[in-house]
Nanobody, 124 residues
Framework: VQLQASGGGLVQAGDSLRLSCSASGLTFSSYAVAWFRRAPGKERGFVAAISHSGSSYSADSVEGRFSISRDNDRNTVYLQMNNLKPEDTAVYYC???????????????????WGQGTLVTVSS
């Protein structure tokens, strides 16, 4: 199983970015996929997740600005990030797990597979 996160970059506050998480080596439609991030000097934190059936859940800090979606035909999950803020600066990781849970429990499960991360830097 491989997860490839991409789409990060350097943007200004208020800009948008779309991250992609491309998966291979798994039955993608059976997996929940989540995005986490690690800001400089902080622990890794949950950002958003989408269940195998397409139900999404986001952290309060990004609710209304970020949205997660999936394209099972492309084995890809997207994280659309709008109105970016300097505090969104972090390395973003995607993770996948073959779980049937949805909603808040997606923040707490132990994901089996992780991507390598993509850096998002938001300047003020």
């Amino acid at each position: 199983v491989q997860l490839q996160a991409s789409g990060g970059g350097l943007v200004q506050a208020g800009d948008s970015l779309r991250l992609s998480c491309s998966a291979s080596g798994l039955t993608f439609s059976s997996y929940a996929v989540a995005w986490f991030r690690r800001a400089p000097g902080k622990e890794r934190g949950f950002v958003a997740a989408i269940s195998h059936s397409g139900s999404s859940y986001s952290a309060d800090s990004v609710e209304g600005r970020f949205s997660i979606s999936r394209d099972n035909d492309r084995n890809t999950v997207y994280l659309q990030m709008n109105n970016l803020k300097p505090e969104d600066t972090a390395v973003y990781y995607c993770a996948a797990d073959r779980t049937r849970v949805y909603g808040p429990p997606l923040t707490r499960i132990r994901y089996d597979h992780w991507g390598q991360g993509t850096l998002v830097t938001v300047s003020s």
